[in-house]
């Protein structure tokens, strides 16, 4: 297990116990906090931050502390002070801005699964009308080039718990692959191939008795009912591709289509198209 994989377990289990943090100091954090406002020197800032953070772990200072970071070019760093930021208590109304910040840093760390997982959840949170900016985001994250091709390692980070949300939210562990399969065939091809196995590695890892479902959808190019019907033999494919290496998945992954019901990226273009070919992964309870 790697360090960061081991911090995003940390991070998940502080989640489930959110509450006051035993032993804080807020009015030495507050303190720390206004500080570093007046100081000049970044590392020192810095510095002022994460004493801050120590004595009384919130949301906003770690956010502030994150830019901090950036403002060093410590940009690891900075992902690691917003993902501490989403897990506090009292997270949750800034839950949308932290999980956007986060979007872009991935990105540009080439973080994809999580990128996709976290522009996934502020959208969520912000609602209908979705906001141009996170759409915008959305599509420059399923736009890279290492989108179709996750580790299962990057798809394993992708469905794990991103921070404690809203009431009336409920938790989404859902991902997004694109699954290549040529011009109107159910078998994924070679590409196709080479990201199902990541997959069933990532499922093979996960919790026991954890239960998952692959939801296929298409483009609108073609009947709908023809659609509908190549969702299903897609989804299904990818089923029996897992199944192949990990058998004892079997009765912990099922697969179903929704055809052309349900697009991700609007338009008729080839961009759209091809976006909108893919096959959801949602964790069940």
């Known amino acids: 297990m790697t360090r960061h994989t081991l911090g995003l377990l940390v991070l998940a289990s502080l989640a489930l116990t959110a509450g006051p943090v035993p032993g804080a100091d807020c009015a030495q954090g507050k303190a720390l906090h206004d500080a570093s406002w ?56 800034q839950q949308g801005q932290i999980q956007t910040r986060l979007a872009r840093l991935y990105l540009e760390q080439g973080r994809l699964g999580e990128a996709s997982a976290s522009v996934g959840l502020a959208l969520h949170l912000a609602g209908d009308p979705a906001p141009a900016d996170l759409l915008a985001l959305r599509r420059a994250i399923d736009t890279d080039p290492g989108r179709s091709r996750l580790s299962a390692e990057q798809i394993t980070r992708g469905l794990t718990p991103r921070g404690i949300l809203p009431r009336g939210f409920e938790p989404r562990a859902r991902l997004d692959l694109y699954v290549l399969f040529d011009f109107n065939q159910a078998e994924p091809n070679a590409a196709g191939q080479a990201q199902v196995l990541e997959l069933a590695k990532a499922l093979a890892g996960g919790g026991p008795g954890q239960r998952y479902r692959l939801i296929g959808h298409t483009d609108t190019q073609g009947p709908a009912d023809y659609n509908q019907g190549l969702s299903e033999r897609r989804t299904a494919a990818v089923r029996r591709l897992v199944l192949v290496g990990y058998p004892d998945l079997a009765g912990r992954l099922d697969s179903l289509g929704r055809g052309e019901t349900q697009p991700k990226a609007p338009g008729d273009g080839e961009e759209a198209h091809r976006l909108n070919r893919r096959v959801e992964l949602l964790v069940l309870p």
């Open 38 to 93: 007046a100081e000049p020197n970044p590392q020192r800032r810095v510095e002022l931050l994460r004493q801050s953070t120590a004595a009384c772990p919130d949301p906003s200072t770690f956010m502030d502390l994150a830019t901090a970071y950036l403002g060093v070019g410590d940009r690891d760093a900075a992902i690691s002070a917003l993902e501490s930021a989403a897990q506090q208590p009292g997270a949750e109304a």
